[in-house]
């Protein structure tokens, strides 16, 4: 089984397919995760990270290319990535989805920022990730019709609640 998993910044992308993979047992891939690590010699912030990979088409195409490779002879895995339903042919196109509000909270919990400073760092992160995926990819990852299961995950539960959701959608 492929799963591919995209989401908003915020949205819960990472930690639910973190918890699907467990329950799953299955190997998890996650695009910003192989990024940070090529540029892991850096501390830079999220918005900092958006704008470098916004204007560096060199290093977004080699992670998509590690991205390829890892998952190129695999047959069940999640792939965590904001391109998911373009980068893999999976059985299971996810989209989470929550209320700008409901995330920023989520983002400044997560990387101790102010409610009001993770807003307008989320504000632009989209922006500029929008204009990247259109201008490199010519794709609209937020548009509903990339995928066949929709989560909005505005409720503030835990990870293994819309986890469970999920995977009451898959085996249906």
Partial sequence: MIIAISGLPGSGKSAISRELAKRLKLKRFSWGEL??????????NKLFLSKLVHDNKKLNNLIDN???????????????????????????YIYLFAPQSVRAGRIAGRDGLSYKQALKEIKLREKLEMEQYRKQYNFDYTNKRHYNILINTGKKKPASYYAKEILSKIKT
């Fill in 35 to 44: 990024l940070k690590k090529e540029i892991k010699k850096t501390k830079v």
């Fill in 66 to 92: 590690k991205i390829k490779k890892l998952i190129k002879r695999r047959k069940n895995y999640i792939l965590d990535s904001r391109l998911s339903s373009k980068l893999a042919k999976a059985d299971f």
